[in-house]
């Protein structure tokens, strides 16, 4: 898409509370959107990096986000790309193209050497995209512990 940039969120405004009122509900129907407050704590977190594309033929409306997170482990700094969803009326024009790879400049950028993802099987153009751009599926478990358990 010609007309939309890929930006970090430095602030919570109330069109970026919007946005996510409206993109989350398309990422996941089992977590609510995030409040001004948990917005903040992600802007303002020296760990992670809101990026958000922004149309600008759409009166600078945000189309879609991806969080990049970042830490320095023994072995090296990780980063891992969470939370990736672009607005329906948005997708197949390179948004989440544009979103991926502003996020894989800036894990440059930090240092780090590889960046991971996961991807539910069922997004499949999200998959193909993410092959595309040559991200490659790893030979390891996830697991997951619930803490509310």
Same mark, same amino acid.
């Given at each position: 898409?010609?007309?939309?940039?890929v930006?970090?969120?430095t602030? %919570?405004?109330?069109?970026l509370?919007?946005?996510f009122?409206?993109?989350?509900?398309?990422?996941?129907? @089992?977590?609510?959107?995030?409040?001004?407050?948990? *917005? /903040? *704590?992600?802007?303002?977190s020296?760990? #992670?990096v809101?990026?958000?594309?922004?149309?600008?033929?759409?009166?600078?409306?945000?189309?879609? @986000? *991806?969080?990049?997170?970042?830490? $320095?482990?023994?072995?090296? %700094?990780?980063?891992?790309?969470?939370?990736?969803?672009?607005?329906? #009326?948005?997708r197949?024009?390179?948004? /989440?193209?544009?979103?991926?790879r502003?996020?894989?400049?800036?894990?440059r950028?930090f240092g780090?050497?590889? %960046?991971? *993802?996961? @991807?539910r099987? #069922?997004?499949?153009?999200a998959?193909?995209?993410?092959? $595309?751009? /040559?991200?490659?599926?790893?030979?390891?478990?996830?697991?997951?512990? @619930?803490?509310? #358990?």
């Amino acid at each position: 898409m010609p007309n939309v940039e890929v930006l970090e969120a430095t602030e %919570v405004t109330p069109e970026l509370v919007e946005a996510f009122e409206r993109l989350i509900p398309q990422l996941s129907r @089992s977590n609510p959107p995030p409040t001004a407050a948990e *917005l /903040g *704590l992600i802007v303002d977190s020296p760990a #992670s990096v809101l990026l958000v594309a922004v149309d600008h033929e759409a009166d600078g409306r945000i189309v879609g @986000s *991806l969080t990049l997170a970042w830490f $320095r482990i023994p072995t090296g %700094v990780r980063a891992w790309i969470e939370d990736v969803v672009v607005d329906e #009326s948005a997708r197949g024009a390179g948004v /989440g193209e544009a979103l991926n790879r502003a996020a894989l400049d800036r894990a440059r950028q930090f240092g780090a050497v590889t %960046v991971d *993802l996961t @991807s539910r099987p #069922s997004r499949e153009a999200a998959n193909r995209l993410y092959q $595309r751009l /040559g991200f490659v599926a790893r030979d390891t478990n996830v697991y997951r512990f @619930s803490l509310d #358990s």
